[in-house]
């Protein structure tokens, strides 16, 4: 098997993986508090991340977290998970999906204005197709317009300046003790969640405790395989893959929340993908970025 190939189908496992999570709290926010199960979330792939750490024989948080960059990329990916987890409770998964999908054009965006990084003119004009994209999703006009999808946007916004911190971030840092940063943020996440859940905490029941340890065990698996992924074969034939994941997602709406996507939200899912994949081909001329995180 191919490097290209071998990292090309770990993206797309990875990808159905995040659709599958993304939906496994989306259903178990219906009967438990979203603030609470962030937390337990967070804590399950605290444990999972540092248990793998322990197994490679490496601490699983080291001096380097308090660094400067590193607080910098908790912070900003605290407010990403915050809104993320409000856009899964409170809007529909595939137009929530869709709109995380322009991640990778804001990332582009940022390391163009704040890394000085070099973008032609014609990534600029898929970014700016990328943008419309998100906007067609939006519906930004009185009549159509949800203040709920707002969540999704800012939550996106969040995972693309987390991904622009993760390139300054330490080499010495690998992927296990990333990852257990990464959840040790969830779970504070779902501590300033639970200050505006509307029900109180309590201990899941057999049949929802069984989906919170899924929850954490598909999330764990599926940040794994994308660092098998994007660590395989060349960044520009692999990264295009992660649009996969918004596909997966559709099906998942139509199949278990019976969402009926508009021709809005399709039509911007299609653009956004579209410029994402041309934006991230063009990238792959140049220098190859490191690889970027999943949510």
């Known amino acids: 098997m191919s490097a290209n190939l071998r990292g090309s189908l770990f993206m797309v496992l990875a990808m159905i993986g995040f659709a599958i999570e993304d939906a496994i709290f989306k259903g178990i926010v219906t009967t438990l508090p979203p603030g609470f199960t962030t937390l337990l979330f967070g804590l399950i792939g605290t444990l999972l991340f540092s248990g793998l750490c322990w197994q490679a024989g490496e601490p699983a948080l080291t001096r380097d977290a308090l ?49 000085g990084e070099k973008v032609g003119p014609r990534r600029w004009i898929a970014m700016a197709f990328g943008f419309l994209g998100v906007l067609l999703i939006l519906k930004p006009t009185p009549a159509a317009f949800e203040p709920q999808s707002v969540f999704a946007l800012l939550g996106m916004i969040g995972f693309a300046g987390r991904d622009l911190a993760t390139r300054m971030a330490p080499p010495a ?50 940040y794994m395989a994308l660092t098998v992924a994007m660590r395989s074969g060349e960044v520009s034939v692999v990264a295009p893959f992660r649009y996969s994941r918004l596909l997966i997602a559709l099906l998942i709406a139509y199949l278990f929340f019976g969402e009926r996507p508009d021709l809005w939200t399709l039509a911007g899912g299609l653009l956004i993908v579209v410029s994402g994949t041309y934006t991230l081909m063009r990238s792959g001329r140049g220098a190859v970025p490191p690889a970027p995180e999943g949510p």
């Open 173 to 222: 840092v690998s992927g296990r003790q990333l990852g257990t940063l990464g959840f040790l943020v969830i779970t504070c996440a779902g501590l300033v969640f639970m200050i505006f859940d509307t029900a109180p905490p309590r201990l899941p029941e057999a049949g929802e405790g069984a989906r919170v340890l899924a929850l954490g065990l598909v999330g764990v698996s599926a």
């Open 67 to 115: 660094r400067p960059r590193l607080l910098i990329r908790s912070a900003i990916e605290l407010v990403g998970r915050l809104f993320f987890a409000l856009a899964l409770a409170f809007t529909p998964l595939s137009s929530t999906s869709a709109i995380l999908q322009a991640a990778p054009l804001f990332v582009t965006l940022g390391a163009a204005v704040l890394l």
